[in-house]
């Protein structure tokens, strides 16, 4: 199967939750040795979930899938350039690489603009919009020593 055959999967698969008023028009497949092994579509509104988007119900999909925490030789198609959130869990999963259709500019040209927060992560914490404030930060440093100290650990 070509590259634009697992990209058209994923369209239906958006149009799928879109149709059905789940969420946004936004689609994903992951697929692994040629097979599409797990599907997701934006379910924001379906789950009361702001983290339900596409890409991040497909990772949870093939993870399950796969009993693993990680996507190793897997390909991710998504239908729009992942947001800030979805990179993030992208990155953490592993994929060896990702395929998307419409540019963040497509999706803010139709009211899903992520640019705010784009932006703000590149400022400093205390310039930030959202109020943020270090708190607790000697008793937290203690579960991070534990964590040091621990013989049986995996790191990921």
């Known amino acids: 199967m070509s590259a634009l055959y697992y990209m058209r999967e994923a369209i239906k698969t958006g149009m799928e939750g879109m149709r059905a ?6 689609g994903c497949v992951i697929v692994k040795n040629g097979e599409i092994i797990a599907r997701g ?3 924001v509104l379906l789950l009361n979930d702001p983290t339900a988007h596409a890409e991040v119900t497909a990772i949870r999909e093939a993870c399950k899938v796969l009993n693993d925490f990680q996507l190793t030789d897997c390909e991710i198609y998504t239908t729009c350039e992942p947001c800030p959130m979805c ?8 994929p060896k690489k990702v395929y998307y259709a419409n540019t963040r500019n497509d999706a803010a040209n139709i009211g899903f603009d992520d640019s705010f927060i ?9 310039q930030r919009k959202m ?10 440093l203690a579960m991070f020593e534990a964590w040091q100290q621990k013989d049986k650990k995996f790191l990921y």
């Open 21 to 26: 008023n789940h969420g946004g028009p936004f």
């Open 41 to 43: 579509y934006n379910k």
């Open 87 to 94: 990179m993030g869990a992208i990155y953490w999963a592993r």
């Open 118 to 126: 784009y932006q703000e992560l590149t400022l400093p914490v205390e």
């Open 131 to 140: 109020v943020m404030e270090c708190i607790g930060r000697d008793e937290a």
